[in-house]
């Protein structure tokens, strides 16, 4: 069974400080991966793909890939209150995409 | 780019009616497309995924003669809840993807339709 795994939450962190998010995958074999944020209410938006290992920066979101350690990460620089929501973490499966649980992420003003 | 959009955004049904609900990608033709229910405050369940012009394939555990899916083009995929109850009540929202390589497989959600069953 292809898993993608994730904290649950709820992370709490200040504004302006660096949100830091962390998901697992199981298959070995991906190797596409993707940050999606869903806010209450709303579906899934898709805001980083990352295809290699190492960082991608776009603005204040950073994706870090470890394919090694089968470990995807999102960073969000500078939160803002409006950075609160569910975040999922997805990796490429065989014809679609896994989904990890998601992680709720509060930014406290 | 990569605009999905879902139509009704909202309905309420009496139960034992039929729903049908429509999914379209509007800027670029999806050769899958993905089928999620979300009950409040849960994870994204995938329900079936269709392939244009092929039958689709549901997941374990969805029925496939109470949810019917049609992919009848590359842009155009339909949802119908057949016999609606109560608990089919629920959020499904419908994904695509324009292919199987590089970031052709990137996935993109359309904003969902909000099924309540009276």
């Known amino acids: 069974q292809k898993e993608v795994e994730q904290n649950s939450g709820p992370l709490s962190v200040p504004e302006g400080a660096i949100a830091s998010l962390n998901c697992t995958y199981s298959?070995?074999?991906?190797?596409?991966f993707f940050w999606y944020r869903q806010y209450s209410g709303k579906s899934p938006e898709l805001i980083m793909s990352?295809?290699?290992?190492g960082d991608k920066e776009d603005g204040r979101f950073t994706a870090q890939l470890n394919k090694a350690s089968q470990y995807v990460s999102l960073l969000i620089r500078d939160s803002q209150p409006s950075d609160s929501a569910t975040y999922l973490c997805?990796?490429?499966?065989?014809?679609?995409?896994?989904f990890g649980k998601g992680t709720r992420l509060h930014i406290l003003p | 780019g990569a605009v999905v959009s879902q139509h009704p955004s909202w309905v309420i049904c009496k139960s034992g009616t039929s729903v049908k609900i429509e999914c379209r990608s509007l800027?670029?033709?999806?050769?899958?497309m993905f089928w999620y229910r979300q009950f409040p405050k849960q994870s994204l369940m995938l329900m079936a995924t269709?392939?244009?012009?092929?039958?689709?394939?549901?997941e374990q555990g969805v029925e496939k003669d109470k949810f019917l899916i049609n992919h009848a083009s590359l842009t155009l995929s339909t949802l119908t809840v057949t016999s609606a109850h109560p608990e089919d009540s629920s959020f499904y929202i419908c994904?695509?993807?324009?292919?199987?390589?590089?970031?052709?497989?990137?996935?993109?959600f359309g904003p969902g339709t909000r099924l309540t069953v009276t």
């Open positions: 990352i295809y290699s290992n």
């Open positions: 994904s695509a993807r324009a292919g199987t390589s590089g970031r052709w497989y990137e996935q993109y």
């Open positions: 269709s392939n244009e012009g092929s039958k689709a394939t549901y």
């Open positions: 298959d070995r074999g991906s190797q596409s």
């Open positions: 997805a990796a490429r499966g065989d014809d679609k995409i896994i």
């Open positions: 800027d670029f033709q999806a050769t899958t």
